[in-house]
DNA sequence: TCTGGGGTCCTAGGACCC
DNA sequence: TCTGGGGTCCTAGGACCC
């Protein structure tokens, strides 16, 4: 039987600036882009939280809700530098580490466990590690599969430290909203109650048979996740598939001199990333985003791979003036890039560059 | 109330090949 | 004149996660 921890840091964003800045510490603070800009919320402290202020809320509507609220705008470097230290005091410990983002990851303590250590006593010594070396509060949840795990740790939030022993897997889930399983969003939980099934209890009782007439092909994977059942390994490694960058701008904007120096300029950054992760990408998508908030992709797949900005804005722009009309406004504009390889440029590339401009 | 930006994965339809 | 089936690749859209 395996141990794993999902370990997640509390408020993330909002508690780096509250670090970094003492006068924001027990105040209401919001991390996010600018409500004229159109931003949400990225991260909100557990003081804005009282306000009914969560991620994701337009940043108009959260500070309306908590007008004393500290704004403030994210600053990615800094949680990125903050990250890494904490993923590296969880590589201290074991190399199954297999981060989900900047502030969370699973580990596989299996092998400490075997060895007569209890999952209690290393999580108390991580959250004090992540503690003392970065001032930042994590909350840790463990149990015998990623599901339970991840569960655990939002259940004992903030500055939680829920284990979950083998066997309970089940009782512990069994009365908690569908929801709060990994895959399951808004969508699948308004189908799931239509069908009458509200708890993962609910989701238990069902047969897989009627679970697919709501999930279709997902039926048998949340099923077993409702009976405590994952056998998903922690991964280590994780290769990137695509590289993209989007702006949303503060007042929608048609095509023309000022819309093209953004798409010149995301392809920029896209480019930028691409060559700083030594790849090369076979697939450019352009994204749009109309005033009425309807979102198309158009994509288009090149024989020899790009990762140059000039190049990644000639098939950006290429897509872009089969779909254009002079009528249309845009509040989105984004590139993505994709089926990425490593494989250097050669010989054909000069008729590919050659076509795109 | 007026909706970010970074991603992953899945589905469905069509082109194309044998 | 009418027309199979499997496989692969590509595109577009959408659900979901943090």
Redesign the pocket.
């Known amino acids: 039987v395996r141990t794993i921890l999902h370990a ?1 840091l509390d408020a ?1 964003y909002a508690s780096v600036e509250q670090l970094d800045h003492p006068e924001y510490r027990g105040k209401p603070v919001v991390v ?2 600018s ?1 004229e ?4 919320v ?1 991260a909100a402290s557990y003081e804005v939280r009282a306000f009914g202020v969560r ?2 809320m ?4 959260a500070l ?1 809700l908590c007008p004393d609220a500290i704004r403030v705008s ?1 600053r990615f470097p800094r949680y990125t530098e903050l990250s890494r230290q904490i993923m590296a005091i969880f590589r201290n410990l074991t190399p199954l580490v297999e981060p ?5 990851a699973f580990l596989d303590i299996s092998g400490w466990v075997d060895d007569g250590a209890d999952a209690l006593g290393i999580a108390r010594e991580l959250k004090r590690e992540v503690m003392t070396k970065t001032g930042l509060v994590v909350s840790i949840g463990g149990g015998t599969s990623k599901t339970v795990a ?1 569960v655990a740790s ?1 259940h004992g939030k903030p500055d939680g430290l829920v284990i979950v022993p083998p066997g309970g897997e089940q009782a512990f889930l069994a009365p908690l909203p569908v ?1 709060r ?9 308004a189908v799931l109650q239509k069908a009458g099934i509200r708890t993962v209890n609910d989701l238990a009782k069902r047969s897989i048979r009627d679970l697919e007439r709501v999930l ?3 039926a048998e994977f949340v099923h077993a996740m409702a009976i405590g059942k994952d056998d998903r390994p922690v991964e280590p490694a ?11 701008f503060a007042n929608d904007l048609p095509d023309g001199a000022e819309f093209r120096r953004e798409l010149r300029r995301i392809a920029e ?1 896209v480019a930028r ?1 691409l060559q700083h992760g030594h790849t090369r990408a ?2 450019v ?1 352009l994204k749009l ?1 109309y005033d ?10 090149v024989r020899t791979p790009v990762d140059s900005a000039g190049e990644v804005t000639a098939l950006a722009v290429g ?1 872009l003036e089969t779909i254009v009309t002079p009528n249309d406004r845009f ?2 504009l ?1 590139i ?1 890039c ?2 990425l390889t490593d494989e250097p440029a050669v010989q054909g590339a000069l008729f590919d560059a050659a076509d795109a401009r």
């Open positions: 997640d993330f996010g882009g409500p800009g159109r931003g949400v990225a991620s994701a337009p940043m108009s509507r309306r994210p989900l983002s900047l502030d969370e991840k939002d929801g399983l990994f895959g399951i969003g808004p969508k699948s939980e279709g092909s997902r994780q290769e990137r598939k695509s590289v993209g960058a989007e702006t949303t950054e990333r076979r697939t998508a985003r009425n908030f309807t979102t198309i992709t158009r994509q288009t797949s897509l509040r989105l984004g993505q994709s089926k």
